[in-house]
């Protein structure tokens, strides 16, 4: 392995620390934590749909934590969690005849 392969690899090493430890995050670092392209955060900051911070009033910043809460929004059920609930419902409402 070359220097520069063993710079690249520790210089990744520590990026992917910085986003996983750091609290507040550029646009830049979010998209790259997100995986979502520059301007798709854009947009989703222009929409108001994630929640960010413009404290000197151009410059967007973003709290990891909130990103993380705004990502696992809208949870999809699995097949058998769903399965589950119709059971239930129908078992209740049998019950109530």
Same mark, same amino acid.
Request: overall charge positive; proline content about 2%; glycine content about 6%.
């Given at each position: 392995?070359?220097?520069? /392969?063993?710079? /690249?690899?520790?210089?990744?090493?520590? /990026? +992917?620390?910085?986003?996983?430890?750091?609290?507040?995050?550029? +646009?830049?670092?979010?998209?790259?934590?997100? &995986?979502?392209?520059?301007?798709?955060?854009?947009?989703?900051?222009?929409?108001?749909?994630?929640?960010?911070?413009?404290?000197? *009033?151009?410059?967007?910043?973003?709290?990891?934590?909130?990103?993380? /809460?705004?990502?696992?929004?809208?949870?999809? #059920?699995? &097949?058998?969690?769903?399965?589950?609930? #119709? +059971?239930?419902?129908?078992?209740?409402? *049998? *019950?109530?005849?």
């Amino acid at each position: 392995m070359s220097k520069e /392969e063993i710079t /690249e690899i520790a210089n990744l090493v520590i /990026e +992917s620390t910085v986003l996983c430890t750091k609290e507040v995050l550029t +646009s830049d670092e979010a998209a790259r934590y997100m &995986g979502v392209s520059k301007s798709y955060l854009y947009k989703l900051t222009m929409r108001k749909e994630i929640p960010h911070y413009k404290p000197v *009033g151009k410059i967007c910043y973003f709290n990891r934590h909130e990103l993380e /809460e705004w990502l696992q929004n809208n949870r999809i #059920a699995t &097949g058998a969690e769903i399965s589950q609930k #119709a +059971s239930a419902y129908c078992m209740k409402k *049998g *019950g109530m005849r």
